[in-house]
Every structure is written in structure tokens, then in C-alpha cells.
């Protein structure tokens, strides 16, 4: 089965909307064909409006968010609802980030509740998955994925899952320079969508696009992206400069 690749841009806390409008001005101007990848773009919640302004009549790159309340509205300071993503143009949502699961405190029972309030939405959630490299030298690795997954996806129907991706990030990858090799990644990734067969069946492990991402840059996209499990990449520190993001997403073309 053939998986339209995904390269998604996760900017963090970085680009104000000025920023963002600056970086969109020259990525949509040197445009890489977007048939055969597609692309989106994670800015933080206060620039997704001006993106969205920005992004207004073209369909080849999409919007996403990096985080999203499971709740509708009401006293929850801080949050932020999927009604509120959907009015400002959002199509996906990043959720269970390895910074929101280490430093705010996110469990695999709260990311399950922002994946299905994410799905009832209509919007696409970007699951992200990941062990650290204490849980990957302790022998812990295929464990920690199993658990992610079976806990995140707790009562998610496999009709529902081909509207999942799911983004693998080594927790030692992410922001250190330390990439996995292209073997770690696919041997993992490969792993990923065993666990996917198990709890789906294998047409849904065979439909789901699993994205990679850990210090992903223009000189290592290509052979990342030439594994057969690897859909696409989440892309952090490389994806804020435009041409470097724009080389990212022309490996998978
Ligand atoms: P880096 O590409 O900066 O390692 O970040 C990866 C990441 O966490 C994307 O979500």
C-alpha cells in the first residue's frame, strides 16, 4: 500500500506571528511540488492566525497545532479547545510530544482523551511516541512504544486510525544532533507498525503513516526517508529556517 509521505514542520516556542509571516513569505515563494509529499506547519498557538491569513487559498500546506484541550470550553485557564483550532484554520494537532509528556506532566490517559476529542473534531492528530535512552539501553524500548500506543489509542476503532499519524521521536534525538541511524529508525519503525497490526489488523498498520523525527536536517532527510516504514518526518530546529525546511520536504519527493 502506498503512504503519501508527511513532513510537518513543529516550530516549538519559537516565531511570533511577524516571524511566521516572514517564514511563509519565503517558503511559499520557492515552493517544492507539493503532489507527492504532504506538508504542514506547526507554529505556536499565537501565529496560527496569521499563518492561517497566510496560507489562505493555496492547499498545499496544511496547519496544525502543537497541543489541544480534551475539554470543550469552560474554566480551564490556559487551554485551548478544538473549536478554537478549527476557527483558526487548523487541520492537524500535535499531541503527546515528549516535551508536553516531560515537562508538563502529560500521561498516556490525558493524550488519549485529546486523541479522541481530536478525532470527534474532524481534525488530524500527529501522535507522537518515543522512549528515552535510559528505557532504550535498559532494554525497555519495544515496551515504552507498546505502552504509548495501547494507552493513547485506548478505544479508538480501526475504522478511525487511517485519520491517525503517528510521529516516532527518540527522546535522545529530539534537539540533540544525535540523529537515529537510518537502521535504528526503520528497525523501530518497522516495530511501531507491528504493534499497529496487533491492536488493528494489517490493513490499518499497512495504511498508517508513521512519521520520524530527532534531529532531522537536509543532510540526513534523504536516507531517513528512503526506509520503507518511514512516512515522513517531524521536523524541530531545521524547520524554522525555510530553505532548510524546504530541502527537508524535497527529500521526499
Ligand atoms: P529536532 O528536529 O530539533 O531534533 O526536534 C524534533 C522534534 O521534537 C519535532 O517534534
Given at each position: 500500500?502506498?503512504?503519501?509521505y508527511v513532513i510537518a514542520a513543529?516550530?516549538?516556542?519559537?516565531?511570533?506571528?511577524?516571524?511566521?509571516?516572514?517564514?511563509?513569505?519565503?517558503f511559499?515563494?520557492?515552493f517544492p511540488?507539493p503532489?507527492?509529499v504532504e506538508i504542514v506547519i506547526?507554529?505556536?498557538?499565537?501565529?496560527?492566525?496569521?499563518?492561517?491569513?497566510?496560507?489562505?487559498?493555496?492547499?498545499a500546506v496544511g496547519?496544525?497545532?502543537?497541543?489541544?484541550?480534551?475539554?470543550?470550553?469552560?474554566?480551564?485557564?490556559?487551554?485551548?479547545?478544538?473549536?478554537?483550532?478549527?476557527?483558526?484554520?487548523?487541520?492537524?494537532?500535535?499531541?503527546?510530544?515528549?516535551?508536553?509528556?516531560?515537562?508538563?506532566?502529560?500521561?498516556?490517559?490525558?493524550?488519549?482523551?485529546?486523541?479522541?476529542?481530536?478525532?470527534?473534531?474532524?481534525?488530524?492528530?500527529?501522535?507522537?511516541?518515543?522512549?528515552?535512552?535510559?528505557?532504550?539501553?535498559?532494554?525497555?524500548?519495544?515496551?515504552?512504544?507498546?505502552?504509548?500506543?495501547?494507552?493513547?489509542?485506548?478505544?479508538?476503532?480501526?475504522?478511525?486510525?487511517?485519520?491517525?499519524?503517528?510521529?516516532?521521536?527518540?527522546?535522545?534525538?529530539?534537539?540533540?544532533?544525535?540523529?537515529?541511524?537510518?537502521?535504528?529508525?526503520?528497525?523501530?519503525?518497522?516495530?511501531?507498525?507491528?504493534?499497529?497490526?496487533?491492536?488493528?489488523?494489517?490493513?490499518?498498520?499497512?495504511?498508517?503513516?508513521?512519521?520520524?523525527?530527532?534531529?532531522?536536517?537536509?543532510?540526513?532527510?534523504?536516507?531517513?526517508?528512503?526506509?520503507?516504514?518511514?512516512?515522513?518526518?517531524?521536523?524541530?530546529?531545521?524547520?524554522?529556517?525555510?530553505?532548510?525546511f524546504?530541502?527537508?520536504v524535497?527529500?521526499g519527493?
Amino acid at each position: 500500500m502506498s503512504r503519501k509521505y508527511v513532513i510537518a514542520a513543529n516550530w516549538k516556542m519559537n516565531m511570533t506571528p511577524s516571524e511566521t509571516a516572514g517564514f511563509l513569505d519565503a517558503f511559499l515563494k520557492n515552493f517544492p511540488d507539493p503532489t507527492a509529499v504532504e506538508i504542514v506547519i506547526a507554529p505556536p498557538f499565537v501565529s496560527l492566525a496569521k499563518a492561517s491569513e497566510l496560507m489562505a487559498g493555496q492547499s498545499a500546506v496544511g496547519l496544525s497545532a502543537q497541543n489541544m484541550s480534551h475539554e470543550a470550553s469552560g474554566a480551564f485557564t490556559g487551554e485551548t479547545s478544538a473549536a478554537m483550532l478549527k476557527e483558526v484554520g487548523c487541520q492537524y494537532v500535535i499531541l503527546g510530544h515528549s516535551e508536553r509528556r516531560s515537562l508538563y506532566g502529560e500521561d498516556d490517559v490525558v493524550i488519549n482523551k485529546k486523541v479522541h476529542a481530536t478525532l470527534a473534531a474532524g481534525l488530524i492528530p500527529i501522535l507522537c511516541i518515543g522512549e528515552s535512552l535510559e528505557e532504550r539501553d535498559g532494554g525497555q524500548l519495544e515496551f515504552v512504544l507498546s505502552q504509548q500506543l495501547e494507552g493513547s489509542l485506548l478505544g479508538i476503532d480501526a475504522s478511525q486510525m487511517p485519520g491517525i499519524i503517528i510521529a516516532y521521536e527518540p527522546v535522545w534525538a529530539i534537539g540533540t544532533g544525535r540523529t537515529a541511524t537510518p537502521e535504528q529508525a526503520q528497525e523501530t519503525q518497522c516495530y511501531v507498525r507491528s504493534v499497529l497490526e496487533r491492536l488493528f489488523g494489517a490493513d490499518v498498520a499497512a495504511a498508517v503513516r508513521i512519521q520520524y523525527g530527532g534531529s532531522v536536517k537536509p543532510g540526513n532527510a534523504g536516507e531517513l526517508i528512503a526506509q520503507p516504514d518511514i512516512d515522513g518526518f517531524l521536523v524541530g530546529g531545521a524547520s524554522l529556517d525555510p530553505a532548510s525546511f524546504a530541502d527537508i520536504v524535497k527529500a521526499g519527493i
